[in-house]
C-alpha cells in the first residue's frame, strides 16, 4: 500500500506516544513513591581552597541527588574566622578541619552549640623530600627514620629549604606549625601555654623559602619554583597529586616524621538548619562506598568509611597522631612567632661571657663544647631545634675586669661557626670580674646595633662564674638601664648561672629588663644555654 | 509541506484497518505502554517484598525525629530500619553527643536517645519542671571499656596494668581486665608508651598515656570515664563526692589525667579505620560497640580481628541509654524498642545486654549470640558490682571543670 521510502510518521508516532506515556507513568510512579527523589536544590558553601579539587565529583552529585554545590574558596582560618563571628552567609561549610573553630568556640565560653558536623575524609600533613635530600638526611638519622628535629636541624643549617602554606591562614601550614611545634616540646601531650613560652622553631623557620596564602595554591607553586628548594611541607594527598601528575623532574619522597602528624578530616558543617533535608543527602552520598572509593582515586584523601579497600599509595602507616592543642592562646603564640620570623628583623644574640681566671680548666671546656653544640654537634632533638640558625647574628663579648674583646659573626654559611668557635678560643683569662660593668657595656653595643636596623631582634646571654668584683654595682647598672631609650631598654637579658656566680643577683637582674634566668649548675652548662633560646620572658 | 500533503492521501487506508482493531490504539501500542508499567509494579512488588514492606504504599510511614549519639547506631542498623518499617516508622536521626542532647533545645524532636542515665535525667528533670511530656523506656545496657590494639594490651600487661581474660574460641585473648588504679598511676607521672617498653612490640609512641574520648562537655562515653576515674583516683574521699566543694576538688584532682588536647568526634570509628592505630590506639568505648564491630568482623572476613581487643576496666560502670519519648508517637516506638520481641532480639544481636522488663539485664542471651557467630564471651561480673555514678548536680559539675564548658542548667529537684 505504501511505496517504498514512503513514511509511516502517524502510526510510529503513536507507538512512540505511547511508549513515552508509560515511561512518564512510571516515572511519575516512582517519583512519587521514592522519598529520596532528586529535587533540585542549591547549596552555597564556604570551603578551604584546597577542596577545589572535588568539583570533579558535582556532576555526579547533580545527577545522583540533585544538589548543586556553589563554592565560595578562602584560606581555612580566614572561613573560620567569619564563622567565629557567628553571623552565616552560607548554607554549609567545608573546611579541612574545624580545629581553628573549636578553639575560637572554646575561647568564648562555648556559649553556642556548635553546627551539624560530618567528617568527609582525611589526610595527614607530611613532608615530600626531593629524593637525594632525603637520602642525604636519612644517613644522618640513627636509625633511617626523619623527624621534624631533623628537618629544624638541616632547616638552620641552611641544607633544608621548603615551601608551606601561611599557617596564619591556611590548615596545611597551621598543622605543620602545630605538629613541629608539639615535637619540638617534646612533652608527649597537647601543647599548652608554658610549652611555648620559648620559640623553638627559629631554625626551623629559617628554611622556609617560599610560602602563599592557601594550601590549594601550594603545589604549583613548588612546581614552579622546585629547582632552588628541598622539601614541599601539605597533605599528604596534595604531594601524592603532585607526584602523579607527573609535572616534577624528580618525584617527591612522602616522610611520616617519626615524632607524629596532624591529621585533618574535611568536615561538612551545617550552618543553615533549614537545609537540613539536602545537607542528609549531601553528606549520605559522600559518605557512600562507591563516592569513597572515587574521593580517594581522584584526591588522595583517604577515606573515612573504615573498611573500604585502600589503594597502594594510602596503605603507608601515618605514624602517631600527636595531640591538638586545645587553647587558643597555644596557637596565637605560635603564630605570633612564625610572624615575627617572617616580617621581623634579623636576629641578634649577644653572648656575655665570663673569660676570669676561675673560668680556665674544665669550665672554658664546657663553654666551648656548648657553643660546638649549639653550632650544631649537638645531636639531641632539643638541640636540634636550638641550635645556631642562617641568617643569626652571633656576637661574643669576652669580658674580665672589662670588656675583653667583641667580635661578630652573621651565621650564612658553615665557615661563619668556624670564626664563632675561634672567638671563645681565646686562651687570655683576666683576674677579676666585673659583671655589671660589662653588661651595661653589652647594653651600649646593643643599642648601637639598634640604631643601625632597628627591626632586628636583639637579646642578651649573660654567662658569668664568679661574684662582681670590679666595676659598677648592680643597682649602679639597673639605674643606667632604666634611663635607655626604650628600644635598648627592650632587649632582654637571660643569665646563665654558673659555678659560684651570684644566682639572686643574676635572677633580679635578668627579670628587671624582662629575661629571667637559667641554671647551669644543676645541669649541663649546654642545657643551660638551651633553655633560653628563643624565650620571651 | 508537499510531503506532508502527500502523507496524509496515503493515510487513509489504514485508518479502516485500525478501527477494525480495539479502539484508537493498535495491540502493539498498547503492548509498548503496558510492558514498561506491569516491569515497574512487579520490581517495586518484588523490592517490597524483600524489605517486608509489601503493604506500605498503602500506609503511611510515620517519620519520626530523634537526636541521639552513639545510639544511634542501633537507629542506623538496616534490620533495624527494616523492623520498624513492618511497624510504619522511619526514624531520622540527628547526631549530637549526649550531654549535647540534654544542653540544647529538644522541641523538634518526637524523641531523644542519650546514652545514658545523667543526661537523662538532665532531659527528664527540666521536662517536668516545665510540665512537658517525658517517658523514659530503657531498653538495654552497656559496659563502658577501653579498646585498644595488641601491642599496647601487651605493653599495658608487661607492666603489670592489665591481665588477660579467658575469651574462649580466640587463639589470643580479645579481653583483658584492666587495673584502672595503676593504669591511672602511669598517667599521672607523665608515662609514655615508649617509657612502658612498647617498642618490644614492634611500634614506637612517645606519645604520653592517655585513653582517647569524645568532648566530656558533649558526650555520654566521655563523662560515664570521667566518672570511672574520678572513682578510682577517689583516695580516702567517699565513693562519690556528696558536697559541691567535694565535686570541685576532684574534678581538679583528675583533670590531668584526661588531658588530650582537642578531642576529637567519633573516636570509635577513627579506631576501627586502618589508620586507627596511629591516631586513636586508645578510646573509650562501649561494649557494644566493639561486639558489633567483631561480630561483623567475623561474618564479613570468617576470622575474628585479633589486633583490635577490649580492656574492661577493674571497676565496671554500665551505663544505661535512655529512650526518652518527647510525644505519643514518640513514645510509641519508645514501647516497641522495648517490648518488639525482634527489635529486642536485633539489640542483642548488636552486642547490647538488653533487660527484661523488671529492668534486670535479661538472662545470658548475649553469650548464647555470641557462640553462635564465633566470638567469644566476654567474663563479665554480675551487676552488684556496678560502681556508682556520681549524683547529676556533682557529675555536672566535674563535667564542666574538666572540660572548661558551662554548667547544664539543673531543674530544682536535682539541685
Not at chain 1, 513513591?33 to 542549591?42: M, Q
Not at chain 1, 628554611?207 to 590549594?216: A, C, E, I, Q, R
Not at chain 1, 640558625?389 to 675586669?401: A, D, I, S
Request: proline share 6%.
Amino acid at each position: 500500500m505504501t511505496g517504498p521510502g514512503r513514511p509511516r510518521p502517524p502510526r510510529r508516532r503513536r507507538a512512540l506516544t505511547a511508549l513515552a506515556l508509560a515511561w512518564l507513568a512510571v516515572l511519575a510512579t516512582l517519583a512519587s513513591c521514592t522519598s529520596d527523589s532528586p529535587e533540585p536544590v542549591t547549596l552555597r558553601v564556604l570551603a578551604s581552597s584546597e577542596l577545589a579539587d572535588m568539583e570533579p565529583l558535582f556532576d555526579d552529585l547533580r545527577r545522583d541527588t540533585g544538589i548543586t554545590l556553589e563554592m565560595e574558596y578562602q584560606g581555612t582560618v580566614e572561613a573560620t574566622a567569619s564563622l567565629a563571628a557567628g553571623r552565616y552567609r552560607h548554607d554549609l561549610a567545608w573546611l579541612s578541619s574545624s580545629r581553628p573553630f573549636q578553639l575560637l568556640l572554646r575561647k568564648h565560653g562555648r556559649q553556642t552549640e556548635s553546627p551539624l558536623s560530618t567528617s568527609t575524609m582525611r589526610s595527614p600533613v607530611v613532608v615530600g623530600l626531593k629524593p637525594e635530600v632525603a637520602q642525604r638526611l636519612r644517613r644522618a638519622a640513627p636509625d633511617g627514620q626523619l623527624s621534624w628535629a631533623d628537618l629544624a636541624d638541616a632547616a638552620a643549617a641552611g641544607t633544608l629549604k621548603y615551601a608551606m602554606a601561611d599557617p596564619r591562614s591556611s590548615n596545611s601550614g597551621l598543622s605543620a606549625l602545630v605538629g613541629v611545634a608539639t615535637a619540638a616540646a617534646a612533652t608527649g601531650g597537647a601543647l599548652r601555654p608554658e610549652d611555648v613560652s620559648c620559640d623553638r622553631l627559629r631554625g626551623f623557620f629559617a628554611g622556609h623559602k617560599l610560602t602563599v596564602d592557601s594550601s590549594g595554591g601550594l603545589a604549583g607553586a613548588y612546581a614552579r619554583a622546585e629547582g632552588g628548594l628541598d622539601a614541599l611541607i601539605t597533605y599528604e594527598s596534595e604531594l601524592l597529586a603532585l607526584n602523579r601528575a607527573g609535572t616534577l623532574r624528580a618525584p617527591l619522597e612522602i616522610v611520616y616524621p617519626k615524632d607524629g602528624i596532624v591529621l585533618s578530616d574535611y568536615p561538612l558543617m551545617l550552618l543553615d538548619p533549614a537545609r537540613r533535608d539536602a545537607y542528609d543527602r549531601l553528606t549520605a552520598w559522600l559518605r557512600s562506598e562507591a563516592v569513597q572509593r572515587k574521593i580517594m582515586e581522584r584526591t588522595l584523601r583517604r577515606p573515612i568509611t573504615p573498611d573500604l579497600p585502600r589503594i597502594p599509595s594510602l596503605r603507608t602507616p601515618l605514624g602517631n597522631a600527636l595531640y591538638f592543642p586545645d587553647d587558643q592562646a597555644v596557637v596565637d603564640r605560635l603564630l605570633a612567632d612564625y610572624a615575627a620570623a617572617r616580617s621581623g628583623g634579623p636576629a641578634r644574640v649577644l653572648f656575655l661571657l665570663d673569660f676570669s681566671t676561675s673560668m680556665r680548666g674544665e669550665r672554658i671546656a664546657n663553654l666551648r663544647a656548648t657553643f660546638d653544640g649549639l653550632g650544631g654537634a649537638d645531636d639531641s632533638r632539643s638541640g636540634k631545634f636550638a641550635r645556631f640558625h642562617q641568617g643569626e647574628t652571633l656576637t661574643v663579648l669576652r669580658f674580665g675586669g672589662r670588656v675583653l674583646d667583641e667580635q661578630s659573626v652573621t651565621y650564612g654559611k658553615a665557615g661563619d661557626l668556624e670564626r664563632l668557635r675561634g672567638f671563645v678560643a681565646d686562651d687570655g683569662f683576666a683576674t677579676s670580674t666585673a659583671v655589671w660593668s660589662a653588661l651595661d657595656h653589652a647594653y651600649r653595643s646593643a643599642a648601637d646595633a639598634l640604631a643601625k636596623d632597628s627591626r632586628q631582634r636583639v637579646s642578651i646571654v649573660l654567662m658569668t662564674d664568679g661574684e662582681n668584683n670590679a666595676g659598677m654595682s648592680l643597682d649602679t647598672f639597673l639605674g643606667r638601664y632604666a634611663a635607655l631609650p626604650p628600644a635598648a631598654r627592650a632587649v632582654r637579658t637571660y643569665t646563665v648561672r654558673y659555678g659560684d656566680s651570684d644566682p639572686r643577683e643574676l635572677d633580679r637582674a635578668a627579670r628587671a629588663t624582662g629575661g629571667h634566668m637559667a641554671d647551669a649548675t644543676g645541669q649541663s652548662l649546654l642545657n643551660a644555654f638551651k633553655e633560653i633560646r628563643g624565650c620571651h620572658e | 509541506m508537499v510531503a506532508g500533503e502527500r502523507s496524509v492521501v496515503v493515510e487513509e487506508p489504514r485508518l479502516t484497518v485500525r478501527r477494525r482493531s480495539s479502539g484508537s490504539w493498535s495491540r502493539r501500542s498498547l503492548l509498548l505502554f503496558l510492558l514498561p508499567v506491569l516491569a515497574t509494579v512487579l520490581t517495586g512488588l518484588a523490592t517490597l517484598t524483600i524489605s517486608g514492606n509489601l503493604l506500605l504504599p498503602f500506609e503511611r510511614v510515620v517519620v519520626l525525629e530523634g537526636k541521639m549519639a552513639s545510639k544511634r547506631d542501633f537507629f542506623e542498623d538496616e534490620e533495624v530500619r527494616r523492623i520498624l518499617l513492618k511497624h510504619h516508622i522511619s526514624v531520622h536521626i540527628t547526631s549530637s553527643g549526649s550531654r549535647e542532647v540534654a544542653m540544647r533545645d529538644i522541641a523538634a524532636f518526637d524523641f531523644v536517645f542519650p546514652s545514658g542515665q545523667p543526661a537523662g535525667d538532665l532531659i527528664t528533670g527540666v521536662r517536668a519542671a516545665d510540665g512537658r511530656y517525658a517517658k523514659v523506656h530503657r531498653p538495654f545496657v552497656s559496659p563502658i571499656a577501653l579498646a585498644t590494639y595488641r601491642e599496647y594490651a601487651e605493653t599495658l600487661r608487661d607492666a603489670g596494668i592489665a591481665t588477660p581474660l579467658p575469651s574462649e574460641g580466640a587463639d589470643r585473648p580479645l579481653y583483658y581486665s584492666l587495673d584502672m588504679r595503676k593504669f591511672l598511676d602511669s598517667i599521672d607521672r607523665g608515662k609514655r608508651w615508649n617509657d612502658l617498653g612498647i617498642r618490644r612490640h614492634g611500634i614506637a609512641n612517645a606519645n604520653r598515656i592517655v585513653a582517647q574520648s569524645p568532648d566530656v562537655c558533649g558526650s555520654n562515653s566521655a563523662g560515664t570515664y570521667l566518672a570511672l576515674v574520678s572513682f578510682t583516683w577517689r583516695g580516702d574521699g567517699p565513693d562519690v563526692p556528696t558536697t559541691d566543694q567535694e565535686a570541685s576538688s576532684r574534678a581538679r584532682s583528675v583533670k590531668h589525667l584526661m588531658e588530650q588536647g582537642l578531642p576529637a568526634a567519633d573516636v570509635f570509628r577513627t579506631y576501627i579505620s586502618p589508620d586507627g592505630k596511629g591516631i586513636a590506639p586508645v578510646v573509650v568505648a562501649y561494649e557494644h560497640q566493639y561486639l558489633t564491630y567483631q561480630v561483623r568482623h567475623r561474618a564479613e572476613t570468617g576470622r575474628l580481628d585479633s589486633e583490635r581487643v577490649l580492656l574492661y576496666p577493674s571497676s565496671q560502670f554500665v551505663t544505661q541509654p535512655q529512650f526518652i519519648s518527647l510525644n505519643s508517637k514518640g513514645d510509641r516506638l519508645g514501647e516497641l524498642v522495648t517490648t518488639d520481641p525482634d527489635l529486642r532480639r536485633r539489640a542483642m544481636e548488636l552486642g547490647f545486654r538488653i533487660l527484661d522488663p523488671a529492668g534486670e539485664v535479661a538472662g545470658d542471651q548475649l553469650a548464647r549470640f555470641l557462640t553462635e557467630r564465633n566470638v567469644p564471651v566476654p567474663a563479665l561480673r554480675g551487676d552488684d558490682t556496678r560502681s556508682p555514678m556520681p549524683r547529676i548536680r556533682y557529675l555536672e559539675r566535674m563535667i564542666s571543670i574538666v572540660g572548661d564548658c558551662p554548667v547544664a542548667p539543673l531543674p530544682d529537684q536535682a539541685r
